[in-house]
Antibody, heavy 120, light 105 residues
Framework: EAQLVESGGGLVQPGGSLRLSCAAS????????MTWVRQAPGKGLEWVSV???????YYANSVKGRFSTSRDNSKNTLYLQMNSLTAEDTAVYYC??????????????WGQGTLVSVSS | SYELSQSLSVSVALGQTARITCGGN??????VHWYVQRPGQAPVLVIYKNTNRPSGTPERFSASNSGNTATLTISRAQGGDEADYYC????????FGGGTKLTVL
């Protein structure tokens, strides 16, 4: 069974940067489609990014050019580097494994989330 | 981009059947997935590809998808079913509905 544990959240000033981590066990990060999904306070879920096993990554328009996702295979850990943060990025960030078929995808394992607050 | 619409809230009496809907243009042609998020917890997958239950999802949970509406049905509703429920599809990127808060009376 997959276990995903996020860390690295906290309070950051507008314009600042933060790096989130997602330590995985029970699955191999490099062999799966690993994603970040966020949830602003009191709001719904928003997909943020995906990192494929072959190294390709894709981002939501709202974070493109500011966020980047990477992994450390030796640590079996996924990262989300967030730059130029704004108040609109305030959210709980979840790491999740994405399962893909030819026509769809879903998220079958989730971490507990880490809170990012952007405020002066 | 593709949009999903969910009612903000649904109420159901204890032991009765709750139905949570997810609307989208010709959503019946897409595969719909459902998640439950209990207060203070991470989302959990309860239905994938319209009707499939992952191991751990009670048989009380079922779903259907046709036309412009997908429906998650929870039979014999329990207090522990009080939560937010989200639908999700693929629309050139993963798309989530806004979520429905289920209250068990």
């Amino acid at each position: 069974e997959a276990q995903l544990v996020e860390s690295g959240g906290g309070l950051v000033q507008p314009g600042g940067s933060l790096r989130l981590s997602c330590a995985a066990s029970g699955i191999t990060v490099s062999s799966n489609y690993m994603t970040w999904v966020r949830q602003a306070p009191g709001k719904g879920l928003e997909w943020v990014s995906v990192l494929y096993g072959d190294g390709r990554s894709y981002y939501a328009n709202s974070v493109k050019g500011r966020f980047s996702t990477s992994r450390d295979n030796s640590k079996n850990t996924l990262y989300l580097q967030m730059n130029s943060l704004t108040a609109e990025d305030t959210a709980v960030y979840y790491c999740a494994r994405r399962v893909d078929t030819d026509s769809t995808c879903w998220f079958d394992s989730w971490g507990q989330g880490t809170l990012v607050s952007v405020s002066s | 981009s593709y949009e999903l619409s969910q009612s903000l809230s649904v109420s159901v009496a204890l032991g009765q059947t709750a139905r949570i809907t997810c609307g989208g243009n010709n959503i019946g042609t897409k595969d719909v997935h459902w998640y439950v998020q209990r207060p203070g917890q991470a989302p959990v997958l309860v239905i994938y590809k319209n009707t499939n239950r992952p191991s751990g999802t009670p048989e009380r949970f079922s779903a259907s998808n046709s036309g412009n509406t997908a429906t998650l049905t929870i039979s014999r509703a329990q207090g522990g079913d009080e939560a937010d429920y989200y639908c999700q599809v693929w629309g050139n990127a993963p798309v989530f509905g806004g979520g429905t808060k289920l209250t068990v009376l």
